[in-house]
Nanobody, 119 residues
């Protein structure tokens, strides 16, 4: 089992950048695939990016590809989401999640961190 805590959210102007971090507890972090998801007001939760256990494989939603970068540091039990060229439509609560399977269903979730992008 793994516990996740996100940080790094906040308010930023359009075109700006933020880096989200997700710190995981436990000694088995390196065996988990990790994902970032988001839920915007009035919308369903959607996947933003995923990364496999060793960082070799990544996936990005079309809406963020080329602007966001997911990475992980297994020595620090942390996964990151670098978000550049932010747009107002990126406003959402961002969650990190973990699963043994890169393709999900992602059974372990953090509490979320708010990202607000002003126009």
């Amino acid at each position: 089992q793994v516990q996740l805590v996100e940080s790094g959210g906040g308010l930023v102007q359009a075109g700006g950048s933020l880096r989200l971090s997700c710190a995981a507890s436990g000694r088995t972090f390196s065996t988990y695939a990790m994902g970032w998801f988001r839920r915007a007001p009035g919308k369903e939760r959607e996947v933003v990016a995923r990364i496999n256990w060793n960082g070799i494989s990544t996936y990005y939603a079309n809406s963020v590809r080329g602007r966001f970068t997911i990475s992980r540091d297994n020595a620090k039990n942390t996964v990151y989401l670098q978000m550049n060229s932010l747009k107002p439509e990126d406003t959402a609560i961002y969650y990190c999640a973990a699963d043994r399977n890169y393709n999900g269903p992602y059974n372990y979730w953090g509490q979320g961190t708010q990202v607000t992008v002003s126009s």
